[in-house]
Nanobody
């Protein structure tokens, strides 16, 4: 059974940091492209960062460039999102996702990140 499990969310003050993790079972991340999405109340889900494991290529939404870093660990089959300089606008449910082709079709259950001002 394919499963993506996020962890590491929580409540943090503005300016603080969090590291999210996404552990995969039933699939090997190294053969996928994977990403972090977020969805704030009343807003559409947006792609925050993604990584192609085979090449290490990364990309980021403009709103998080320079503050967030996506990383992969082949040995642990786990993806991370290091989030620094958090601000209240980063408050959302964060999801990890994976795709083989153009569309993300594997999703985790989400983890809440709340940034207080």
């Amino acid at each position: 059974q394919v499963q993506l499990v996020e962890s590491g969310g929580g409540l943090v003050q503005a300016g603080g940091s969090l590291r999210l993790s996404c552990a995969a079972s039933g699939l090997t991340f190294a053969t996928y492209s994977t990403g972090w999405f977020r969805q704030a109340p009343g807003k559409e889900r947006e792609l925050v960062a993604e990584i192609t494991w085979s090449s290490g290529t990364t990309s980021y939404a403009d709103s998080v460039k320079g503050r967030f870093t996506i990383a992969s660990d082949n040995a642990k089959n786990t993806m991370y999102l290091q989030m620094n300089s958090l601000n209240p606008e980063d408050t959302a449910v964060y999801y990890c996702a994976a795709r083989r082709f153009s569309r993300y079709n594997l999703w985790g259950q989400g983890t809440q990140v709340t940034v207080s001002s």
